[in-house]
C-alpha cells in the first residue's frame, strides 16, 4: 500500500527511529527526520532520496520547547500538513538509586517525558485545526514493569503511557486525533550506549551476547508502518512486543 503521509519522528538519526524512517519513506510517505546529531541526519535523508523517497531534517532537542515548535513549522513549511508525529527520541542511561546519578535522572526527565509532551505540544494545534492526525509515542516493557536500576527510566516510560492514555481518554467524536503507545522489548541499538554506571555498563555489553536474540530496529518500524496504515476510524492504541526469548 503507497500511502503519502507527511510523518515527523524524533530521535531519527539511529536505531528504531531511522529504520523506521527509511521504511515509511520506501512506503510512499513523506519523512521530517529530527535529532541533535546533524551528521547522521544528513546520511539519512540522502540515503533515502537516493532510494527515491522523499525526506527532509530539521536538527532538533527535544528538551526544548521552542526547536520542537520549530520543527512542526519547518514540516508544515516544507510538506504542508502532519499526519503523523513518532515521539521515539530517548534515552537511557539506567544506574542504581543510591547512586544518586541525578544529572541522568534529569536528562532522562527531560528527554523522555517532557520530550514527549513537547511534541505533542507542538503537532496538536495543527491536527484539532485539521480534525485529524496520529500521534504515536514510544513506552517500553520498562512503562509496564521495572527492574533493579531502571527505576527512573521506567518512571519515564510509565508517564508516556499514561499521557498516551490521556490523549486517547480525551478524544472526542468530532475529532481523529489516534493515540498510539508501542512498548518494545529489548531491541538492538545504540540506547545501551547512554548507560553511564559503570556497575551496569558490563551487563549492557553482555546483552549483545546474551543467549537470546535482541529484536533488529526494522522489526519495530514494521509494526509503526502497520499502525500507520490503519484507516483513519481505525486506532491500533498499544502494542507490547518483546523477542519470543524475552521472558522479563
Ligand atoms: P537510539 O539510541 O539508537 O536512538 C535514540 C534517538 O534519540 C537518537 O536518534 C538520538 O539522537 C535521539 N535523542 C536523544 N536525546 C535527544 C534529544 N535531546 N533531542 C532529540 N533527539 C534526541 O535508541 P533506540 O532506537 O533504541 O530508542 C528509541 C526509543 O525506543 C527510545 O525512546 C527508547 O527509550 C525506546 N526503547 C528502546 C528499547 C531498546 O531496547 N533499544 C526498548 C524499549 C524502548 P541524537 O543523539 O542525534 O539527538
Request: aromatic letters at 4%.
Amino acid at each position: 500500500m503507497t500511502l503519502t503521509k507527511t510523518v515527523i519522528i524524533t530521535g531519527a538519526s539511529s536505531g528504531m527511529g531511522a529504520a523506521t524512517a527509511e521504511l515509511l519513506a520506501a512506503s510512499g510517505m513523506k519523512i521530517m527526520l529530527a535529532a541533535r546529531r546533524e551528521d547522521r541526519l544528513q546520511q539519512l535523508t540522502e540515503r533515502i532520496r537516493q532510494a527515491g523517497g522523499i525526506a527532509n531534517y530539521h536538527v532538533t532537542d527535544v528538551t526544548s520547547l521552542e526547536q520542537m515548535q520549530a520543527l512542526a513549522a519547518a514540516t508544515l513549511d516544507t510538506y504542508g500538513q502532519i499526519d503523523v508525529m513518532i515521539n521515539n527520541a530517548g534515552i537511557m542511561p539506567i544506574s542504581f538509586i543510591r547512586k544518586l546519578k541525578v544529572d541522568d535522572w534529569d536528562r532522562m526527565i527531560d528527554v523522555n517525558i517532557k520530550g514527549v509532551l513537547y511534541g505533542i505540544a507542538a503537532v496538536y494545534p495543527h491536527m484539532e485545526a485539521r480534525k485529524e492526525g496520529h500521534i504515536i509515542n514510544f513506552s517500553s516493557i520498562a512503562g509496564h514493569v521495572t527492574f533493579p536500576t531502571s527505576a527512573v527510566y521506567s518512571a519515564t516510560k510509565h508517564a508516556v503511557r499514561i499521557i498516551t492514555e490521556g490523549l486517547r481518554i480525551e478524544s472526542r467524536p468530532d475529532q481523529h486525533i489516534r493515540a498510539t503507545l508501542i512498548s518494545p522489548g529489548a531491541v538492538q541499538t545504540e540506547l545501551y550506549k547512554t548507560v553511564t554506571d559503570e556497575e551496569v555498563v558490563p551487563a549492557m555489553d553482555a546483552l549483545g551476547s546474551a543467549e537470546w536474540k535482541q529484536l533488529d530496529a526494522q522489526e519495530i518500524a514494521n509494526i509503526i508502518k502497520f499502525a500507520i496504515e490503519q484507516p483513519a476510524s481505525t486506532t491500533i492504541n498499544e502494542i507490547i512486543v518483546r523477542p519470543t526469548s524475552q521472558s522479563l
